[in-house]
């Protein structure tokens, strides 16, 4: 049994997928709040729920009873842990919903792990970690000290806490910095999401930092590939960490970080450019500074998930793009 916590979001239900197609049982958990669509979510469920060996609450993970019971009920030997308060702007709306979806909830998963050992817990951080680093490609072994946005200050959060649940109780943990995910049943308050939609219903599109920052877009299959081969592979201590000049991606404890991107970042204003030929149709741009709390660029280094897993993005920017446009049509019922 693997339990996956979001299933109902973007990674969360495509890794629910996959994980049914390969033949595993999947419990998931999912509190469908309103952030974005609740449709979108439900659709995505209803999918999912036509599998014999997918299960499912509706719970939220900063309620430590429901997750407790959750452990208790399904006893899962693999957690992925994808559940979160997403998105960098909100976090500067709303931060105190972060800190007890991403903080309080995390330790909640934590927590649950301990008094119910699993075999191995994978849990979603983000390159937003590396705030005010400009030092490209985007590496693990660099310190991510600066996070410029609350979003990102609880992923950091994440990864620490993580750290000393590994160290004190021997979970093995291994957490993902993912880069710009992307494509068929996306997030709506996603930048591919929304410019799809404005340029289809003709409608201006803010573009901040007048279309300069750079992106490492990361097309959802490939990002589901990197999880499904590590979650069956449990981190361990490295056994030549060094107290004295720590390495921030392992530990003498059984726990490893991993940036999954694609490695190839694109400005957005090319991207924009794509999705003006999949669509046919041209965008109307407004053209504005960068926003708070927004990095100027993402690259991500995956020299050391490519080594220890094989990994290697395998979907070019077109091929995704055009995907997305066609779920989007089929979905929506839009045409150009």
């Known amino acids: 049994m693997i339990l996956v916590t979001g299933a109902a979001g973007f990674i969360g239900f495509h890794l629910s997928q996959r994980l049914l197609r390969d033949g595993q049982a999947v419990h998931g958990l999912d509190n469908l709040n309103d952030y974005y669509d609740v449709s979108l979510k439900e659709a995505r469920l209803k999918l999912l729920r036509t599998q014999a060996q997918f299960s499912f609450d509706r719970s939220d ?14 006893r899962p030997k693999f957690v992925v842990h994808l559940a979160a308060q997403p998105g960098v ?11 007890e979806s991403n ?11 301990r008094h119910h050992p699993v075999q191995h817990l994978v849990f979603a951080s983000s390159s937003s970690v ?7 490609p985007l590496s693990t072994h660099q310190p991510t000290d600066h996070p410029i946005s609350i979003y990102g200050a609880t992923k950091k959060a994440n990864e620490a806490m993580a750290h000393s649940y590994s160290h004190l109780f021997g979970i093995p943990t291994t957490g993902l910095r993912f880069f710009t995910v992307y494509g068929p049943w996306g997030r709506p308050d996603m930048a591919v999401y929304l410019f799809t939609k404005a340029i289809l219903e003709d409608k201006a599109i803010d ?14 299959d490939d990002i589901i590939e990197g999880i499904v081969r590590l979650i069956p592979r449990p981190a361990s201590p490295n056994s030549s960490w060094n107290s004295e000049a720590p390495d921030p991606a392992t530990s003498a404890a059984p726990y490893r970080l991993y940036n999954i991107g694609n490695h190839s970042p ?49 979907t070019s920017i077109e091929t995704g793009l055009a995907r997305f446009v066609e779920w989007y049509r089929s979905f929506y019922g839009k045409s150009a």
């Open 61 to 74: 993970i900063s309620n430590p009873a429901e997750v407790q019971a959750a452990f208790a009920a399904h």
């Open 89 to 99: 702007r909100h976090s500067l709306v709303n931060p105190r919903a972060y800190v």
């Open 103 to 113: 903080v309080s909830g995390f330790l909640n998963i934590l927590e649950g792990c």
């Open 130 to 136: 590396y705030g005010l680093n400009s030092a490209m």
């Open 207 to 220: 573009l901040y930092d007048q279309g300069r920052a750079k992106r490492d877009f990361t097309y959802i």
């Open 266 to 314: 694109i400005e957005t204003r090319h991207v924009i450019d794509l999705l003006e030929k999949a669509l046919g149709k041209k965008a109307s741009l407004r053209l504005l500074s960068a926003q708070p709390g927004e990095v100027p660029a993402t690259f991500a280094d995956v020299s050391d998930l490519s080594h220890d897993f094989g990994f290697a993005p395998s």
